[in-house]
Structures are given as structure tokens and as C-alpha cells.
């Protein structure tokens, strides 16, 4: 075949293609029948068993194929024609689906008369956004109310589906997953696209190599680069309150960890993330060492020198750097049996601050919030475990 003679043939098989499926779509819209004559559940189960297909395919198929037959007249034409293939068809029911209940029939029906129009010279993509701006083209005159009530109604299903998980892989990873308002996920992927802007590439010495400046790595690679790039740029200081301290990472090492070339840390934060508990949160004296200096994440050296953290009677509140200092030593609250972690907790005085209580390390233990209210409950009292846990007892 010649070159022209290849280009032709194609066109006509698309087309053909399209009349072919047009045609199988119109036959299954009116096979119930046959569904019930074998006991399916439905036309779409029978076809599913008896040709092959998958069931989310065929019931896809069966969902198109009925609204082909009673709402799509226009589009069904199309097919029919071989001027819309099956993806084109696809895209435009779901354009006139997404349409406001209160759209008149006419309006949907110029909308579908335009986007078949526009299908013999867009592909799936850009028809899929005329479509979503449709009412602009055929109904100019409520577009604007009628985009926003469905922005609201978007944003308001939007907000009611988002999530965010953490699991540990037990291979010094966590896999997160979330679901976010789009608005929300463009944002994010603004703000990570911007720490993938291309860099002269470097050799392990720091030294630019030669040869192409921009490093080929995948974009998701480069995606997950950057959303730790972005973690370690986040300012604490201009975070929420967290735990009645400012939002902050801790790094514990002791001073000869610090020092040796090879040796292990460890990093005090959220504490609910789920999965392998063998890994934990643990990092190497290496990685401490440049994490305390390039992503304000406070260092705490064991051994080496430390804020004045014992107040005594000179002040009722625990500071910010004694709250830090709990938060080391307690890494939990000390509730016998609970593992919410120190940053959800609250500094407590084991001897009352009233009448006596000094506002010292010594004295003071990190509660969350249940356990707070317990302790000073006249209900409770406290039994120091040997392991610095407290049970509580029920006063009888």
C-alpha cells in the first residue's frame, strides 16, 4: 500500500469501527430480553459471561447503550455515520450528563447538536473541555449562576470525600495516599513543579558534569523529590500551635553519634502513622547532621549542652524548651497503656503548682488530654510504675 492508501484505509476503519460499535450498543440496549432468558442480571452480565468482557466494560457499554437509545439521538447518529467514535461518545454523554438538573431539554439538545458538530474536528480531550464549558456556547445567559451552583455543589462533595492516610512499608518508606479538592491538589502540584525546575546535573561530589544539564528522571520521581524538598522548606514558625509549643521536629542523638561517621538518631514527631514498628522513625547521624541545618528541625545532643529547663517556683507555665525536653524524655503520653503521641500532649505538675508545686523536669510529665483531665480528677489517683508510666486507680 501506498502512503496515501494507508492514510484512507484508516480513516475508513475508523470509521467503520465506529458504526460497528454503534451498532452492538444499539442491539445490547435492547437485549433484556436475553438477559432474562438466561437468568442474567442484566443484559451487561450476560454479555460479560458469554464473550468474555469484563463486567465494568460491559456495564459501561450497557449504561452508553442506553443513553444512545433514549437521550443521545444525535450522538447515536453520528456513530452511525462513522463521524464519532467510541471515545468521542463517551465523552460527550458524559459532558451532557454533568449538566445542572434544572437545564432545560432544548438547551441539552443544543448542547449535544454542538458538541457532535465540534467532534469531527477535536479528539476526546479537547472535546471533553468545550464540553465542560458548554453552556457558555449554547445558553450564555445562566451559565454564570448556573457554573457557580455547581462549583458549590463540587466543593462541598469535594470537601466531604477528602482524605490523607500514612502507612509504614517496614522499608524506611511510608506510602501516602490521599484524595483532595482539586483546587487544593493544583496547589500542591504548583508548589512541588517548582522544585523540579531543571537543575545543571551534578556528580556525587557536588562537581557539574557534562553533557545534558537536565536530569531524565521520571515525573513522578521528581514529584516525590520535590514533596520532601518542600517538607524540609516549610517554615515551624509560621505553623499552628501544636501540643502548646510551636510546631516542631526533634532530633535526638547522643553527642558521640553525633560525632561518628556511623550511628543512628532519632526523630521525635507525629507518632499515629501506621504499619511496621521496626524501622520507626529513625535516621542516621549523617542525615541528623543535615537536617539540623538545612530544614529547622531542632537538634537535642544527649550529653552536650542544654537550655535551663528547671523554673522552680519562678514561674507557673512550663516553657517552650521544657515542653521540648518532655517531649524527649516521655516521647508518649505516660498514661499506663496509651501511645498518643507527646506532640497531642499536655504538660502536667505531679505536686500541684498550687499551693507547692515546683515548675520542674522532675515534676512535670506529659499527659494527653483524657489522662490530663483524670489526673486532676478527684475521682483518680496515681500510681508511678517503675517504667515512669501512671496507673490510675479509682477512689473508693
Known sequence: MTVSEKAAALRELVAAEAQLVELRLRILADAGDLAADTAAKDAAGWLAQHTRTSYADARSDLRLAGALDRERPAVAAAMREGAASLARARVIDRALRLLPAGVGAETVAAAEAHLVDRAGEFGPKELGRIGRRILDVVAPEIAEATEAARLADLETHAADLTRLTMRRLG????????????????????????????????????????????????????????????????????????????????????????????????????????????????????????????????????????????????????????????????????????DVPGTWCEAHHLDPWVPTGRTDLDNGVLPCSHHHHRAHGPRWRLQRLPNGDYRFHRRR
Open 171 to 338: 522499608d524506611g518508606t511510608t506510602r501516602l495516599s490521599s484524595r483532595l479538592p482539586d483546587a487544593a491538589a493544583t496547589r500542591l502540584a504548583t508548589y512541588l513543579e517548582a522544585f523540579t525546575n531543571p537543575r545543571a546535573a551534578r556528580d556525587p561530589q557536588g562537581a557539574a558534569t557534562a553533557g545534558d544539564p537536565v536530569p531524565r528522571l521520571a515525573y513522578p520521581k521528581r514529584m516525590g523529590q520535590a514533596f520532601v524538598q518542600l517538607l524540609e522548606s516549610l517554615d515551624p514558625t509560621r505553623l499552628p500551635i501544636h501540643g502548646g509549643d510551636a510546631t516542631t521536629l526533634v532530633v535526638t542523638v547522643s553527642l558521640d553519634a553525633l560525632r561518628a561517621d556511623l550511628a543512628t538518631a532519632d526523630l521525635i514527631g507525629a507518632g499515629l502513622v501506621p504499619g511496621d514498628d521496626l524501622t520507626g522513625d529513625q535516621l542516621t547521624a549523617a542525615q541528623a547532621r543535615r537536617l539540623a541545618c538545612t530544614a529547622k528541625i531542632l537538634p537535642v545532643v544527649l550529653g552536650g549542652d542544654s537550655l535551663p529547663l528547671d523554673l522552680g517556683r519562678t514561674r507557673r507555665l512550663y516553657t517552650p524548651a521544657q515542653r521540648k525536653a518532655l517531649l524527649v524524655r516521655d516521647r508518649t503520653c505516660r498514661g499506663e497503656g496509651c
